[in-house]
C-alpha cells in the first residue's frame, strides 16, 4: 500500500468518525430541548422590565383550584403567575402552602429589559383551549443576558371531564442561570436560587427537588430541569392534573424532600433590595 493510499484511508477513516460522532450527539440535544411547544402560540407582550407583572389577564376558562375558582391570573416577570394578586418578589423563597396561589415554574429574578421578553396568552393546543406563558431565552439581573433560560407554563382546559378541571404543564428546554445579582448570585449562579412548583396559599404545595440548592436546577445538575419529566414521556415536561379542585399524581417520595426544603425555606428565607 503507497502513501496516498495510506493517506486517503485515514482520510475516510476520520470523516466516518466525524459523522458518527454527529450522528450520536444531536439527537441528545433535540431530546434535551423539546419540552417548550411553539412560542409563537402566545403573543402578547410583557414590555422588557424588571419585577414588572401584568394587570388581571382572563385565562379564557374557569380553573377550579383547591376550591377556589378563577378565570384570571396575574402574569409576573420573575417566572411565576399567582391569583390573588401581583408578585414583585425577586428573590425566591420556599414554595409551600403559607404563600399566596401561585404556578411557579422557575421563580427566580429574571430581567428582561436587555433581551427577550415574556410573551402569554390564550390559543388552542390539541384541540383544547390552552392559556400560556413564554419565558424564552430571558436574561436575569441585571441587565445580564450571557446565560439565558427558556421556560413556559401552559394552562389547558379539562371541562371534558368536569367543570372546572384543568392540566398545568411545566416545560424547561434551557436552565442556564439560577440567580440574579440582588439576590448573593455571582454571573447567575450560587446564592439564593431559584425555586420552581406550586402552591394554593393555604397548605396545599410541591416544590421541585433540587429548589434553593446551589446548581441543582441547571442544565446538568443533579436535579436538572430539563432532565426529568412527570406524566410526560419529553424530557423536561412536567404535567399536573388537576381534578375536582385537587391536584393528581403528585410523586410521594419527594414530599419528604420537600417538607425538609420548606423548613429550611421558612427560616432562611428573605428579600433584599436592590441598587
Known amino acids: 500500500m503507497n502513501m496516498n493510499t495510506i493517506l486517503k484511508t485515514l482520510r475516510n477513516f476520520a470523516l466516518t468518525a466525524i459523522v458518527a460522532s454527529l450522528l ?77 396561589a401561585m404556578l411557579a415554574p422557575f421563580f427566580a429574578d429574571v430581567d428582561t429589559r436587555a433581551g427577550n421578553i415574556v410573551t402569554y396568552g390564550t390559543n388552542t393546543l390539541g384541540g383544547r383551549n390552552v392559556f400560556g406563558v413564554n419565558w424564552i431565552d430571558v436574561g436575569y439581573y441585571s441587565y445580564h443576558t450571557d446565560k439565558l433560560n427558556s421556560f413556559q407554563l401552559i394552562i389547558t382546559d379539562r371541562v371534558d371531564i368536569a367543570a372546572g378541571d384543568f392540566d398545568f404543564e411545566f416545560n424547561y428546554d434551557k436552565i442556564q442561570w439560577e440567580t440574579g445579582d440582588a439576590s448573593s448570585g455571582s454571573g447567575g449562579l450560587g446564592g439564593d436560587s431559584a425555586s420552581a412548583g406550586w402552591t394554593n396559599g393555604a397548605g396545599a404545595y410541591y416544590q421541585f427537588p433540587g429548589s434553593l440548592a446551589n446548581g441543582a436546577l441547571l442544565d446538568g445538575g443533579s436535579n436538572a430541569l430539563i432532565a426529568g419529566s412527570l406524566n410526560s414521556s419529553i424530557a423536561g415536561q412536567y404535567i399536573f392534573q388537576v381534578r375536582n379542585g385537587q391536584v393528581v399524581g403528585v410523586p410521594e417520595p419527594a414530599s419528604l424532600l420537600l417538607l425538609s426544603f420548606g423548613l429550611i425555606g421558612l427560616v432562611g428565607a428573605r428579600r433584599k433590595f436592590k441598587k
Do not use: K
Open 24 to 100: 450520536f450527539v444531536v439527537p441528545v440535544s433535540s431530546v434535551q430541548a423539546g419540552a417548550v411547544h411553539d412560542a409563537g402560540l402566545f403573543t402578547t407582550v410583557l414590555p422588557g422590565n424588571d419585577d414588572g407583572s401584568t394587570a388581571l389577564v382572563g385565562v379564557g376558562f374557569n380553573l377550579n383550584f383547591f376550591g377556589n375558582s378563577w378565570n384570571d391570573l396575574y402574569v409576573n416577570n420573575n417566572g411565576n403567575v399567582t391569583f390573588t394578586g401581583p408578585l414583585y418578589t425577586y428573590t425566591p423563597w420556599a414554595i409551600t402552602g403559607g404563600a399566596m
